[in-house]
């Protein structure tokens, strides 16, 4: 059973191992398989791969990985200590095994180093499940997609670098399949070594060489040829040394040095923590249509060196259509998930035709909406709640907006904007499909949040416009926008006399790991009760933020009626700004029995 706790749950073995022969026969694995097991097997045999794999596939380890430099000496330090058929293995963010010692269960002679371990390559795995959720997960036998593990038991403990919001790795720890329904033996060893590299992490970096690298890494992550450079030394991709001459490099060498000289003598002002400011871009002779655009990094307000990005002329296109979003006003975020919904998003709305932003309450359909509509330039947007409509009225705009002349370009009627269309009446959904019907290309954009059953009206208006609709992803999707949506909150909210919020790495992690059923709109309202009652300065501590963020998960697999009860004290609790007195009192219940249910549900050390 996956688990992320040191409480065995059911199905048990045999149980697994039925449901995953009926997987493998092309029957439903049955219903006492937890459902996001399930989705792992099918994904992984979406991503076609098999079963029967003798070993995991090898890829090339990275050159220098800072992790595995990190990590080296308390590797040497844990592996004499290994005993048994207890295997190690050091896996970075993309699954790729950097470092295993102990006992072996890749199939291969020659250890785990350098394997692929990616949900892609291999199918459900605990370092794949740690590094998605990041949390502690276990993986036993039957779980696993692949014959090859069907009698190991493996736990995986996510890796944090000091500067970064997501897991950089795991460590994982091996071993035999035993008969009983016991929590893994190696999980204490796990949690230790993990904790000691995450304390080498941080004594290495020091915070402007991590700004600079992690530019360069994020860079590379995104395909681009780059040059990373401080003044004394620099960082070149493979591809930017390709691409690039020895006297091009010594020229943008010579820049970063007069651009650190510069900022010397009249240092940033204002600026925010770790950011990129833009240089103009610079023509190179190495090649026809080769231009490098330079990028001052600032942290601390001081610039602390350059990023320097090859651009060939495809890849100005492309870095135009994906930066496309940025020109959208009070839109934040660079996640992949959320660049896409808004580039797909700034695509349709090129034209003047009705578009459908699909989301959960709260994740900025609105705001993007918004910024669409302002992107065409044209007259500010008629705002239509359906939730406030008083009736009869959707019909009346929407029969004067029949009657209006047929727009010519960008001109014509004013845009229309209708939220929750979800809550349309039937007399409103008829007027719209009549409008539809009568004007195609109607200058509309509608929001919808799924959940509530539709009925045949409506589902018809959203089939029609199905074919230009986006749905952006929820909050939990886009972790890493995280940080950058808290200074944007933060700064937008400042409390009188006090500078915008910053954010200790701790409670960056507790905010991350949140689930957010209300997505922007509830970090939103986090901020700002954070910004209201805080009284202390400096960062943002992880005992500042309100109880039901502070509260790490459970320790162990809930029951319904469990994950409920500990739902309702949550909230219970952030309603009544965490006195449990008032708390307990709104539930009906005793201050002896919070406390003992707060002990139970491992909720009283928040």
């Not at 795995?125 to 276990?138: F, V």
């Not at 060893?189 to 915070?207: K, N, Q, S, V």
Request: with cysteine.
């Amino acid at each position: 059973m996956t688990t992320t706790d040191d409480t065995p749950a059911d199905p048990a073995l045999s149980s697994l191992r039925r449901a995953r022969d009926r997987f493998f026969s092309g029957r439903p694995p049955g219903d006492g398989i937890p459902q996001d097991l399930a989705q792992a097997w099918r994904r992984a045999r979406f991503f076609g791969v098999p079963r029967d794999l003798a070993a995991p596939p090898r890829v090339r380890p990275p050159v220098d990985s800072p992790l595995l430099a990190a990590a080296r000496p308390v590797l040497d330090r844990v592996a004499p200590t290994l005993s048994g058929a207890m295997g190690l293995v050091l896996v970075d963010s993309r699954g790729r095994a950097l470092w295993s010692g102990g006992g072996r269960y890749a199939g291969t002679p020659d250890g785990m180093a350098g394997l692929d371990l990616s949900e892609k390559a291999v199918g459900h795995n605990s370092a794949a499940l740690a590094l998605r959720t990041g949390r502690r997960a276990e993986v036993h036998g039957p779980e696993h997609f692949l014959d090859l593990w069907q009698e190991v038991s493996a736990v995986s403990v996510p890796l944090y670098e000091p500067t970064a919001g997501r897991p950089a790795g795991t460590v994982t720890v091996m071993a035999p399949l035993g008969e009983g329904r016991t929590a893994h033996p190696g999980a204490a060893l796990a949690e230790a070594t993990a904790h000691a590299i995450e304390t080498e992490l941080l004594g290495r970096a020091r915070p402007p060489e991590r700004v600079l690298l992690d530019a360069y890494l994020r860079q590379r992550a995104e395909g681009a040829a780059v040059v990373a450079l401080d003044g004394g030394s620099r960082l070149v991709s493979p591809e930017a040394a390709r691409l690039l001459s020895h006297e091009t490099l010594a020229r943008l060498e010579r820049r970063a040095t007069a651009l650190l000289r510069d900022a010397a003598t009249g240092p940033e002002e204002h600026a925010p923590e770790e950011i990129p400011v833009p240089d103009d871009e610079i023509p190179v002779p190495d090649g026809a249509g080769l231009t490098v655009r330079m990028t001052r990094l600032v942290h601390g307000g001081e610039v602390i060196g350059a990023v320097a990005t090859v651009c060939t002329a495809a890849r100005r296109a492309r870095s135009a259509e994906r930066r496309g979003h940025d020109r959208l006003p009070g839109l934040v975020g660079t996640s992949r998930p959320w660049r896409l919904a808004v580039s797909r998003a700034t695509e349709l709305a090129r034209a003047v035709e009705p578009l459908l932003l699909i989301g959960e309450p709260g994740v900025g359909k609105t705001a993007l909406a918004r910024a669409l509509l302002g992107l065409r330039g044209t007259a500010a947007p008629r705002v239509v709640d359906a939730a406030e409509q008083v009736p009869g009225e959707v019909p009346r705009w929407c029969h004067a907006l029949a009657e209006l002349p047929e727009p010519e370009g960008d001109g014509g009627a004013p845009p229309l904007l209708l939220r929750h269309a979800e809550r349309l009446g039937q007399a409103d959904v008829a007027a719209l499909l009549s409008l539809l019907a009568e004007r195609p290309a109607v200058p509309l954009v509608a929001t919808h949040t799924p959940g509530a059953p539709t009925g045949p009206c409506l589902s018809r208006l959203l089939d029609s416009l199905g074919a230009r609709s986006v749905t952006l992803p929820p909050l939990r999707e886009r972790v890493e926008d995280i940080p950058a949506l808290l200074a944007g909150l933060a700064a937008r909210r400042p409390s009188p006399g006090r500078p915008p919020l910053t954010w200790s790495l701790d409670a960056r992690r507790a905010l991350e790991q949140h689930t957010w059923p209300g997505n922007v709109a509830e970090l939103a309202q986090v901020v700002r009760e954070v910004a209201e009652r805080r009284r202390a300065t400096g960062p943002v501590r992880r005992e500042e933020l309100p109880y039901g963020l502070r509260v790490p998960p459970a320790t162990r697999r809930l029951s319904g009626i469990e994950r409920a009860e500990r739902t309702a004290i949550l909230e219970a609790l952030r309603r009544h700004g965490d006195n449990k007195a008032r708390a307990a009192e709104s539930l009906g219940i005793g201050r002896a029995t919070l406390y003992r249910k707060l002990r139970a549900y491992g909720m009283d050390q928040a």
